[in-house]
């Protein structure tokens, strides 16, 4: 699935608002979840380089900044995962899972 051109951005915007919303700012990684997912959901506007794999639940991305290609579901090849923190590329594998199992 081409991320940029086939998810609906009003469902995924709120998805993302009800994931954040149960997020705890104050717990470990909170605010950085939170801040993930605000990157996350910019990121389909910007990035058209963006595939989701229904089969692995795995969100494939080129990263126009680092010239890196980032495959996310539980784990990720970036600098923030490397160093045990949230990125807005597992945010984003999380939020289209959800989109993908509600719009079926
Ligand atoms: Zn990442």
Request: hydrophobic content about 35%; charged content about 20%; some cysteine.
């Amino acid at each position: 699935m081409n991320v940029a051109t086939e998810i609906n951005r009003e469902i995924l915007g709120q998805i993302a608002a009800e994931s954040i919303a149960k997020i705890d700012p104050q717990s470990a990684n909170g605010k950085r979840w939170i801040n993930a997912i605000g990157k996350a959901t910019a990121e389909i506007e910007t990035n058209p380089y963006m595939t989701y794999s229904h089969d692995s639940h795995s969100l494939l991305m080129m990263s126009e900044t680092s010239n890196q290609t980032y495959t996310a579901n539980g784990t990720c090849q970036c600098k923030a995962f490397a160093n045990g923190f949230p990125c807005r590329h597992r945010a984003l594998a999380r939020l289209i899972t959800i989109y993908v199992e509600r719009t079926r």
